[in-house]
């Protein structure tokens, strides 16, 4: 008897273990990420991360793996008090011409001014899918949960909770989606003042500098992406954990609509879907479908 626990023991443990190498949760920065530029203007130990932007220098980190499915999530406290010019960023992308990407980038402010919450969407080299919010909160007040959930259904970005926008897999009517290609996840401070703020008309006040945005309690859990043969692992029901595959998670619930479509009535400021003078009519064709 005491050989048969034993063995099964270790059968729950290797199962364990099996699903361990799928996804990681918690993530330590300095563990998982690397530093793509400004090394010397960054700081991460553990859970925590500290992005420095000055006129000499941005910084930015990526993590080591890539994900295809899953839930990415970062606490977030943004540049206080003067941060016109300035852009942090956190994201998910592929590399090359044809790159899916899923974008949230918080565009900085004159003081007494809001943050822009500016989302996008790349898939196979597509772009062009902006919307924006106004915060219903102070960003730079203590950290907020920024959270991209996304599986072969829809794509969700989060804030504390709150869905705010969806995109909805029309891969089957030629409308391109993102889910053949491993993103890895990065975030960045630097420098957009041509554009960032107020279309560039308001520019960084580097007597201002060091600009400092924070991180904490980065998690993904998510399928770890092992090359092509991860498009169908990762999308398989019968492994345990994939649990993005669910159908309880292809669609938002009732009360997660109504708080969506309240935020998008009270705080959005840009949709991509209603500027019809910069397509000249010719709508991108996910416009007409229904995204939630």
């Given at each position: 008897m005491a050989g048969l626990q034993a063995k099964t023991l270790?059968?729950?443990?290797?199962?364990?273990?099996?699903?361990?190498?799928?996804?990681?949760?918690?993530?330590?920065?300095?563990?998982?990420?690397?530093?793509?530029?400004?090394?010397?203007?960054?700081?991460?130990?553990?859970?925590?991360?500290?992005?420095?932007?000055?006129?000499?220098?941005?910084?930015a980190i990526k993590s080591k793996v890539a994900h295809l499915f899953g839930s990415v999530e970062m606490l977030i406290k943004l540049v206080p008090g003067n941060s016109a010019g300035t852009v942090a960023a956190y994201y998910l992308s592929s590399t090359g011409s044809t790159?899916?990407?899923?974008?949230?980038?918080?565009?900085?402010?004159?003081?007494?001014q809001p943050y822009t919450i500016h989302t996008n969407l790349y898939a196979q080299g597509k772009g062009n899918r902006e919307q924006q919010f106004r915060p219903w909160f102070n960003p730079?007040?203590?950290?907020?949960?920024?959270?991209?959930?996304?599986?072969?259904?829809?794509?969700v970005w989060f804030v504390d909770g709150t869905p705010i926008r969806v995109f909805r897999n029309y891969e089957s009517e030629g409308i391109a989606y993102p889910n053949k290609?491993?993103?890895?996840v990065f975030a960045s401070l630097w420098n957009a003042e041509d554009w960032a703020t107020q279309g560039g008309r308001v520019k960084t006040n580097w007597t201002l500098a060091p600009f400092v945005a924070e991180g904490r309690r980065y998690k993904a859990r998510a399928c770890l992406w092992k090359g092509s043969v991860s498009i169908k692992q990762c999308v398989d029901p019968t492994i345990r954990s994939n649990w993005w595959t669910s159908p309880s998670f292809s669609q938002l619930t009732a009360s997660q609509l109504t708080k969506m479509q309240k935020i998008r009535d009270g705080f959005m400021i840009y949709d991509y879907c209603k500027d019809t003078n910069r397509f000249k009519g010719v709508m991108p064709p996910e416009c007409s479908k229904k995204q939630f």
């Open positions: 270790m059968f729950v443990l290797a199962a364990a273990l099996a699903t361990l190498g799928r996804t990681f949760v918690e993530a330590d920065f300095s563990k998982n990420f690397i530093v793509t530029w400004g090394k010397d203007h960054m700081f991460m130990n553990g859970t925590n991360l500290r992005l420095v932007l000055d006129k000499s220098a941005g910084s790159h899916d990407e899923i974008d949230f980038e918080f565009l900085g402010n004159a003081t007494g730079t007040n203590g950290f907020h949960n920024y959270t991209v959930h996304w599986n072969p259904s829809e794509v290609q491993g993103m890895k």
